[in-house]
């Protein structure tokens, strides 16, 4: 069976940072691409970044970019957000989602992920 548990959420202030911890089980997580997602009061969930899983590409959503990083730790089969800069419109729940099929490049499409984390809530005060 396969489980994500996303950590590390919180309040912090604008300008300030975070990093998010998301643990996989059942699935080894060096065949397969991560993907970070969030959701916003009354808003869709949105993509935020997403790690191929082979040669450490990534890619971010335009509102991101340049302030989180995705990292994985394939001996703990854990994979990480590093948020800095944080603004009030990154306020959300934080999901972590791993693909359907290993081997998969990076996607920001949500069909392209099977398991999904329960989110982590980040609140970012101004």
């Known amino acids: 069976q396969v489980q994500l548990v996303e950590s590390g959420g919180g309040l912090v202030q604008a300008g300030g940072s975070l990093r998010l911890s998301c643990v996989v089980s059942g699935r080894a997580l060096n065949n397969y691409g991560m993907g970070w997602f969030r959701q916003a009061p009354g808003k869709e969930r949105e993509f935020v970044g997403t790690?191929?899983?082979?040669?450490?590409?990534?890619e971010y959503a335009d509102t991101v970019k340049g302030r989180f990083t995705i990292a994985r730790d394939n001996a703990k089969n854990t994979v990480y957000l590093q948020m800095s800069s944080l603004k009030p419109e990154d306020t959300a729940v934080y999901y972590c989602?791993?693909?359907?099929?290993?081997?998969?490049?990076?996607?920001?499409?949500?069909?392209?992920?099977?398991?999904w984390g329960q989110g982590t809530q980040v609140t970012v005060s101004s």
């Open positions: 790690l191929q899983w082979t040669g450490g590409r990534t």
């Open positions: 989602a791993i693909t359907n099929r290993p081997y998969s490049r990076a996607s920001s499409s949500q069909n392209d992920y099977a398991y």
